[in-house]
Nanobody, 122 residues
Framework: VQLQASGGGLVQPGGSLRHACAVS????????IGWFRQAPGKKREGVSC???????RYSDSVKGRFTISRDNAKNLVYLQMNSLKPEDTAVYYC?????????????????WGQGTLVTVSS
């Protein structure tokens, strides 16, 4: 199982970025997929997740600004990030859950991508 994430970079406050996560090795359409982030000196936190049924969940800090979507046929998951703030600066990870239900807990996700750095700064 491999997860390949892309889309990080440097962006000014108020800007946008889109992450993509390509999953190979198994079909992801049954499992929930999540995006997490880890800022320097902080614990990894759940940002968003999406289930097989297409339900989505967002942390309060990104609600209304980030959008998660998935293409089961292509084994791809996206995270569109708009209205970025300096506090969104972190390494972002995609991950595949062991369950089909939503979860924001790190321990529910056995498979992880390599992480991509997002820096929001003027």
């Amino acid at each position: 199982v491999q997860l390949q994430a892309s889309g990080g970079g440097l962006v000014q406050p108020g800007g946008s970025l889109r992450h993509a996560c390509a999953v190979s090795g198994f079909a992801v359409d049954y499992y929930a997929i999540g995006w997490f982030r880890q800022a320097p000196g902080k614990k990894r936190e759940g940002v968003s997740c999406t289930t097989r049924a297409g339900t989505t969940r967002y942390s309060d800090s990104v609600k209304g600004r980030f959008t998660i979507s998935r293409d089961n046929a292509k084994n791809l998951v996206y995270l569109q990030m708009n209205s970025l703030k300096p506090e969104d600066t972190a390494v972002y990870y995609c991950a595949v859950s062991r369950w089909s239900r939503q979860s924001s807990y790190v321990y529910d996700y056995p498979y992880w991508g390599q992480g991509t750095l997002v820096t929001v700064s003027s």
